[in-house]
């Protein structure tokens, strides 16, 4: 495959795969294992097999280089192809490059099938224009796609670097619902978990799992053995009922807070309170109170924020696309104010 997509590039540039040095990919505990773009291992998903069709796929993943390259080819190979009615194709299928600084990084395109009449959905490439000066590149890989590789070609006369690192040498890691995976987002840059991404130059796993974040038991004895900087407890909007919640959320927390003593959790409940603010009450009294044993109990690195707070005062309906999933504009303003929050630990861990 690799030698067959090399053959076919224009011969003034040169060919790599995604896995080739000092290419690095975040955000994928499998590929540093076993080259494999999905998010969760396979005995996993054979202890939850509702998770398979979500694990395979490569959602908050990223590749990073450097490059001093005046064209970019980059070319994305999927196993599947996703229309999701609540996104674009853009924002299903396909992925987002920023170049500079991660802080201040600059979009310049997506690479994404199209759909059209006698195009193919599983190959799709793009060639960008760089300044030709040594600059970070950072591709964010597709919310719902299975990803069989990403190749990137440059100038023949162009040469690829080590990145710039993350502040965070362990990443965060979030567990939560569809809103975790990136919601609605318009493409997948826009999710609330790449604005954190950028805003703090942070390194992040998302196991965000559309209707499926259950907290089932093995999930947390999972997410509780995985090496991290920070864990985000988000799966409030998977869970049937407050009862539900009752009988799981606490349970999901101590079982993560029993193999990680000192690790910074940050507890959060959904955002679209506004559409039903009696169940909304209900089951944040219950999320609340984990975090409230919590500190009874002497903790002093666990965190609350209230979902109602995360859509602000201002056009709050405009913040989602179906009464329940954030846009670009609620992602952003969720990434805000978790960012008050998270700030203050990555910058800890950053020192």
């Not at 490059?97 to 759909?115: A, E, L, N």
């Not at 195009?119 to 799709?124: A, G, I, Q, R, V």
């Not at 507890?267 to 169940?279: F, L």
């Amino acid at each position: 495959m690799y030698n067959y997509y090399k053959k076919i590039l224009e011969a003034a540039m040169k060919l790599f795969s995604c896995s080739d040095y000092p290419i690095e990919v975040h955000g994928l505990v499998n590929f540093q294992k076993s080259g494999s773009f999905e998010r969760l291992p396979e005995e996993i998903m054979q202890k939850l097999p509702n998770l398979r069709q979500f694990g395979s796929r490569s959602t908050g993943g990223r590749i990073t280089f450097k490059t001093d390259t005046k064209k970019l080819y980059l070319k994305l190979v999927s196993k599947t192809f996703i229309r999701d009615v609540g996104t674009t194709q853009i924002g299903s299928s396909g992925i987002d490059v920023y170049i500079g600084d991660r802080k201040k990084g600059i979009f310049i395109g997506s690479v994404y099938p199209t759909g059209a009449k006698n195009t193919d959905p599983l190959n799709s490439e793009s060639t960008f224009s760089l300044p030709g000066e040594i600059t970070d590149v950072t591709v964010f890989m597709p919310k719902n796609e299975i990803i069989e590789n990403i190749f990137i070609g440059i100038d023949d006369d162009a040469s690829l670097f080590s990145p710039t690192p993350y502040v965070n040498e362990l990443p965060v890691v979030f567990y939560g619902s569809s809103i975790t995976e990136g919601g609605s987002a318009g493409r997948c840059g826009n999710a609330y978990t790449s604005f954190l991404s950028r805003h703090l130059n942070m390194d992040y796993i998302n196991f965000g799992f559309s209707g499926s974040a259950k907290g089932e038991t093995e999930m947390a004895e999972y997410i509780a053995s995985l090496p991290m900087s920070v864990f985000v407890l988000d799966y409030d909007h998977n869970a049937p009922d407050e009862k539900f919640l009752e009988n799981t959320h606490e349970r999901f927390f101590k079982t993560v807070r029993e193999k990680n003593p000192d690790l910074p959790i940050i507890i959060m409940t959904m955002p679209d309170y506004m559409y039903d603010e009696k169940t909304c009450g209900k089951r944040t009294a219950v999320i609340r109170k984990t975090y409230e044993n919590a500190i009874k109990n002497g903790d002093k690195n666990v965190y609350f924020i209230d979902g109602k707070t995360f859509f602000g005062d201002d056009d709050v309906f405009a913040c989602t696309v179906d009464k329940i999933h954030p846009n670009d504009l609620g992602c952003y303003r969720m990434a805000k104010v978790i960012e008050k929050t998270l700030s203050p630990l990555i910058e800890k861990i950053g020192r």
